[in-house]
């Protein structure tokens, strides 16, 4: 059974250019999210779905961000103009609706590396 | 404002040993502790967790310590193997809009010698 799918899994940008990531998530899951990880911050939640509908983007950083999920099995965080500091790793993870606590657990995708020079 | 803090960056444990990872939060609000391990070009994977009605949880070489009045959590790693080796990342987690949002730490690197 696939996990969460990332794609690309490099990407080197130069400033100003528009980045799109993509995330595939687990079939069946619920509930999607968006992270970032910087050394200096750990992972941040950027904005997460439920039922493809955005309920929480308050992290994400600036209006240069952007997320949509057009359907149950596919995302996508857009970054225009891309900018030096927002050089991270993104991930993207999955979850079931909470039955339980153990139930809710966040099943991440190997991530993508964002360089912006 | 970090609500979830790991202030090691950092640990290195002889193999067998004891591996202790500690994680400070300030919210007292959150009511459920997790760590997840993170191995280079992969994503982090659940590890452990912890409801906050417990001070102890254990599975197998892995338990995870609870002290609510102290805002502490740590988790210990007994013995120590170089396959161990990763990043681990404490989170915090709070009830929200029909999901539990996770508050994660800025993680710790541990580094198991053989």
């Known amino acids: 059974d696939a996990g969460v799918i990332q794609s690309p899994r490099h990407e080197v940008t130069e400033m100003g250019q528009e980045v799109t990531l993509r995330c595939k998530p687990i079939s069946g899951h619920d509930y999607l999210f968006w992270y970032r990880q910087t050394m200096m911050r750990g992972l941040e939640l950027l904005i997460y779905?439920?039922?493809?509908?955005?309920?929480?983007d308050s992290g994400m950083p600036e209006d240069r961000f952007s997320a949509k999920m057009p359907n149950a099995s596919f995302s996508t965080l857009k970054i225009q103009p891309s900018e030096p500091r927002d050089s991270a790793v993104y991930f993207c993870?999955?979850?079931?609706?909470?039955?339980?606590?153990?139930?809710?657990?966040?099943?991440f995708g190997p991530g993508t590396r964002l360089t912006v020079l | 404002d970090q609500q979830v803090k790991q202030n090691s960056p950092s640990l290195s444990v002889q193999e067998g040993r004891i591996s202790i990872l500690n994680c400070d939060y300030t919210?007292?609000?959150?009511?459920?502790f997790l760590w997840y391990k993170k191995y280079p070009a992969e994503g982090p994977t659940f590890l452990i967790s912890?409801?906050?009605?417990?001070d102890k949880n254990e599975d197998g070489r892995f338990t995870v310590f609870l002290n609510k009045s102290a805002k502490h959590l740590s988790l210990h790693i007994v013995p120590s193997q170089p396959g161990d080796s990763a990043v681990y990342f404490c989170?915090?987690?709070?009830?929200?809009?029909?999901?539990?949002?996770?508050?994660f730490g800025t993680g710790t690197r541990l580094k198991v010698l053989a």
């Open positions: 779905f439920n039922n493809n509908v955005p309920i929480d």
């Open positions: 919210n007292s609000m959150f009511d459920y």
């Open positions: 993870a999955s979850s079931h609706s909470p039955r339980t606590r153990r139930s809710n657990e966040q099943f």
């Open positions: 989170a915090a987690s709070v009830g929200t809009s029909g999901t539990y949002k996770y508050i």
């Open positions: 912890i409801s906050s009605i417990k």
